[in-house]
């Protein structure tokens, strides 16, 4: 083996150790917070002092995953059709858009983004992205899916025709 090739080897376990070390110890960055603040999107650090402490204050709630189900199950109907909302840069909505596709259910995919789908969410009064609302066969609204972790429970209680 020439002295040229040992060295190779010995600088390439060097940058390997080196990249190993990087692995373990990842560099640490601050985290970006928004949240809604008189009607639109701001980051956190960039609130004044009132606003900051108001933040501090909130509450976060969440309610019992049964509350939302024993509603339906005291007048149950079925869902006959949805509409879906959703955002081209919206990283929830293509879980939401696959799990829409194995339902045997007709429905009216909106993009909030176009004239089209932004008239039909002012209608419905859509506020986020993903958001599906389930009609029934009269198109009155069942319920609306914002989140895909809840889609098991609700789709026990609103079963698709």
């Known amino acids: 083996m020439t002295q040229t090739e040992t060295r190779s080897k ?3 376990r060097e940058r390997i150790a080196a990249l190993r070390e990087r692995l373990e110890h990842p560099p640490i960055f601050p985290t970006e ?5 008189v009607g639109y999107y701001r980051s956190v650090a960039a609130w004044n002092k009132g606003k900051r402490e108001e933040y501090n204050h909130r509450k976060m709630f969440r309610l019992e995953k049964t509350e939302g189900a024993e509603a339906l199950i005291t007048r149950p109907r079925k869902a006959d059709s949805y509409l879906f909302f959703f955002r081209q840069t919206c990283p929830a909505c ?3 858009k696959a799990r829409l ?3 045997d259910l007709k429905g009216v995919k909106l993009d909030v983004d176009s004239l089209e789908g932004l008239e039909a969410a002012v209608k419905y009064q859509i506020m986020v992205t993903p958001t599906v609302v389930l009609l029934d ?8 899916l914002t ?12 079963s698709p025709v």
């Open 101 to 103: 596709e194995t339902l």
């Open 33 to 37: 917070v928004y949240t809604r603040i």
């Open 10 to 12: 010995e600088e390439l």
């Open 147 to 158: 989140d895909v972790r809840l889609w098991n429970e609700v789709f026990q209680v609103v």
């Open 94 to 96: 293509p879980a939401m």
């Open 137 to 144: 066969d009269q198109g009155r609204e069942l319920m609306r």
